[in-house]
Each structure stands twice: as C-alpha cells, then as structure tokens.
C-alpha cells in the first residue's frame, strides 16, 4: 500500500502525540500502597518510564524511504534554541 508524504507526516505526528499521552499518564499514575524499598523501586521505574515516554514525545519524527526517522534534542533546555524553531513548539522538553 503507497501513502502520500502527507499521510506518512501525519501518522509520524500522531505517533509522537501517543507517546506524550503515555508521558502524561505515568506522571498522573497515583501510587500504590509501598512502603521501603518496594516504594523506592516504584518510584524509580516511574521516572524512568515517564522520562523514556518524554523522550519519544519530544521527537521530530518522519518516515524516510519507508524507515522511522526520529530526532530528539538532549542538549539542555538553555541550549535548544534551534529545536524549539524546527519543532515550533517546546512541548514535551525535559
């Protein structure tokens, strides 16, 4: 099946926008009933989970010659002043 470049644009955006509700989702999880090291543990695979969401969210993504092309920026936030242009936006930086 061929789809047009703005139908592979498309699907890369909605793709991205996934992964930024996924983002959301963990950080509004509520936590379970831990305590000690279980709490630390849960915590811990919280953030990581949250973090590998943002990641994926803050992507530029497209498709090129059918592979899934995505840039992500992990300079730090004072230095991304050429990625807030090209994206447009400045959502989902960490």
Not at 63 to 90: A, F, H, Y
């Amino acid at each position: 099946m061929t789809t047009t470049a703005e139908e592979q644009q498309t699907w890369c955006e909605q793709l991205v926008e996934r992964f930024q509700q996924r983002a959301d989702a963990v950080k509004k999880r509520p936590m379970p009933p831990l305590e000690g090291l279980s709490r630390q543990q849960w915590i811990e695979e919280t953030r990581q989970a949250y973090m590998d969401y943002a990641i994926i969210a803050d992507a530029i993504a497209s498709l090129k010659d059918g592979i899934l092309v995505m840039k992500v920026d992990l300079r730090p936030q004072g230095e991304r002043e050429t990625s807030v242009n090209i994206k447009g936006d400045n959502r989902g930086h960490i």
